[in-house]
T-cell receptor
Framework: DAEITQSPRHKITETGRQVTLACHQTWNHNNMFWYRQDLGHGLRLIHYSYGVQDTNKGEVSDGYSVSRSNTEDLPLTLESAASSQTSVYFC????????????FGQGTRLTVV | ELKVEQNPLFLSMQEGKNYTIYCNYSTTSDRLYWYRQDPGKSLESLFVLLSNGAVKQEGRLMASLDTKARLSTLHITAAVHDLSATYFCAVGHNYGQNFVFGPGTRLSVLP
């Protein structure tokens, strides 16, 4: 079955370290998204991509970057982790235009100490 | 800028009762999605509403969309404990290529 997977599921890192969270989907979806979820804020969009080599900033992109070198993967990099980036991160994908809902990965719980 | 509000944010209700969760949004859209999230889990799609007047039902949940009022409702009929979860609405924009989520409604159904 097609799916979207995130790794790792849990990570603890130190302030200032670079961290990369992986997202891989096997649906061949064009659109991929990264959200963070924090109490009181719901889901906030970090970065998104509408296809290979396309990346766009979302609402809370500072301190994060993404790259899209193929259809299946959208890794999220925290360039220099900060305690404010402790959160649960969700990756999602959709085929593209047409109103289809987003399909979510299982999430990555990141703690920055 | 598209903003999405939900109310209530917290809802505690007894089994067997009915209630409605409201989702308001600030700019025109005809694409509205409802998701469910259990504690520590991912988001699960419940309903996709793609036109004014759309109504979808699944079990004890029914969702509707009024694009003119920029309002969607999620109605719960005869609640059961298994419905306890957080419910999010999300509004599509940019021709459905992107989504803005509401803050979520945490529902607790008490026996």
């Amino acid at each position: 079955d097609a799916e979207i997977t995130q790794s790792p599921r849990h990570k603890i890192t130190e302030t200032g370290r670079q961290v990369t969270l992986a997202c891989h989907q096997t649906w061949n979806h064009n659109n991929m998204f990264w959200y963070r979820q924090d109490l009181g804020h719901g889901l906030r969009l970090i970065h998104y991509s509408y296809g290979v080599q396309d990346t766009n900033k979302g609402e809370v992109s500072d301190g994060y970057s993404v790259s899209r070198s193929n259809t299946e993967d959208l890794p999220l990099t925290l360039e220099s982790a900060a305690s404010s980036q402790t959160s649960v991160y969700f990756c999602a994908s959709t085929p593209g235009q047409g109103g289809t809902e987003a399909f979510f990965g299982q999430g990555t719980r990141l703690t920055v100490v | 800028e598209l903003k999405v509000e939900q109310n209530p944010l917290f809802l505690s209700m007894q089994e067997g009762k009915n209630y409605t969760i409201y989702c308001n949004y600030s700019t025109t859209s005809d694409r509205l999605y409802w998701y469910r999230q259990d504690p520590g889990k991912s988001l699960e799609s419940l309903f996709v509403l793609l036109s004014n007047g759309a109504v979808k039902q699944e079990g004890r949940l029914m969702a509707s969309l009024d694009t003119k009022a920029r309002l969607s409702t999620l109605h719960i009929t005869a609640a059961v404990h298994d419905l306890s979860a957080t419910y999010f609405c999300a509004v599509g924009h940019n021709y459905g290529q992107n989504f803005v989520f509401g803050p979520g409604t945490r529902l607790s159904v008490l026996p």
